[in-house]
């Protein structure tokens, strides 16, 4: 028998508080495996499948749960991740607490409080007594913070046996969903020259850092705002002494591309760098790291169907295209997939991280219906 549910901000707040309280920071495993152990529990005394899948490379584990209901079908793909750029010890000068309308916390935004909502979702299913009309995967991650690089081939592996995926990153500019975002490429250059005296031996000398300063200059000058392609030369660095030419340089580069033709060009002529001085050789590694995410017309129809849903919730849901990239580009050429599904509020990745606390009953209902209404 079935009952009507309940989202009821205090209890949902209370059970985000308990992860945020938990610090996740991605190079902590440890502190990770200790959130994935709650959540795995939590899921387990609902009546879920839980796997466990051990992480590797100095990176925590991931989690995937399965509804005890629809089989191995395609299904709905639930994609949060646990881990934030908190640093342990951030809980002593960042605590949680309210203010008004405001909960902060390290991690409560950027995604603690989406990815409660996911588990919320299921709860709610559970304690309804409702069995959705498709099977649903959860998967927690541990390291999308930095590329998802141990998680990336289970969650294109669990997008292809998807007919819907569903990304509880937060949400954007009061509210909005995320339909589209660019996708990223990563490079690590590396310059060598040869060292000398730079008072008695200069001329002797091949500089890496001149070097890397005139490519600096070309990469920064790639960017063109109104194709939507940007490059940041985001750190850099060389050297050893002063009174030294200096033999090597190095810099970290991101580029964020709109679509798959224009990343390519652009990769390509990253790729194909060559040195201005010809006694300098330069070493490119990296490429593609997410793929743009595009809203083509299936993102459109999953996407009007949750509009629908809100505006009957009464709010009025909107999308938007993003510059950030999420585990979302990795699915959005898989399966239909709506990301920036999490609870409003701002400031993710800063001290005074912070969620809407009236907006989590809204958007705790909209996971609801998408889960139970999905086909």
Not at 50 to 76: F, H, K, N, Q, T
Not at 96 to 111: E, K, L, N, T, W
Not at 127 to 138: A, D, M, N, V
Not at 144 to 164: F, K, L, N, T
């Amino acid at each position: 028998m079935t009952r009507d549910p309940s989202f009821d901000t205090s209890e949902i707040l209370d059970g985000v508080r308990g992860w945020v309280e938990v610090e996740t920071p991605t190079d902590c495993p440890e502190a990770i495996n200790g959130l994935m152990d709650k959540v795995g529990a939590d899921y387990a005394e609902l009546g879920a499948i839980v796997e466990r899948i051990p992480g590797s490379d100095g990176y925590g584990d991931l989690l995937r749960v399965r509804s005890p209901w629809g089989g191995d079908g395609p299904g709905v793909l639930v994609l949060s991740h646990l881990d934030t750029v908190h640093p342990i010890g951030t809980l002593e000068t960042m605590p949680f607490r309210i203010d008004g309308d405001i909960a902060y916390g390290p991690g409560i935004y950027d995604m603690k409080g989406g990815a409660y909502l996911g588990f919320n979702g299921f709860r709610e299913l559970v304690r309804t007594g409702r069995e959705t009309p498709l099977p649903i995967t959860f998967l927690y991650v541990s390291e999308e913070e930095v590329g998802s690089p141990i998680s990336r081939d289970h969650i294109i592996a669990a997008a292809e046996q998807a007919r819907y995926v569903l990304v509880t990153e937060p949400a954007r500019e009061g509210g909005k969903i995320v339909t589209a975002r660019k996708g990223s490429a990563r490079f690590d250059i590396s310059i060598f020259g040869k060292a000398s005296h730079s008072g008695a031996r200069h001329q002797d000398g091949r500089s890496a850092i001149k070097e890397l300063a005139r490519q600096i200059l070309d990469l920064e000058a790639m960017t063109d705002y109104d194709l939507g392609l940007t490059v940041n030369v985001g750190v850099v660095g060389g050297g050893t002494r002063a009174n030294v030419v200096p033999a090597q340089a190095q810099a970290m580069v991101d580029m964020r591309v709109p679509t798959p033709a224009v990343a390519e060009t652009a990769i390509a002529k990253v790729q194909a760098i060559e040195p201005y001085d010809p006694d300098v050789r330069i070493e490119i590694a990296g490429g593609l790291n997410r793929p743009p995410y595009e809203k083509g017309p299936e993102i459109a129809a999953l996407f009007d169907h949750a509009r629908t849903l809100a505006a009957d919730i009464g709010f009025d849901l909107q999308d938007l295209k993003t510059g950030g990239g999420s585990d979302g580009n990795l699915t959005a050429h898989l399966a239909p997939t709506l990301d920036g599904l999490g609870i409003d509020g701002k400031g993710g990745h800063t001290n005074y991280e912070q969620l809407y606390i009236s907006s989590i009953a809204p958007r705790a209902e909209l996971m609801f219906r998408l889960l139970e209404t999905l086909r």
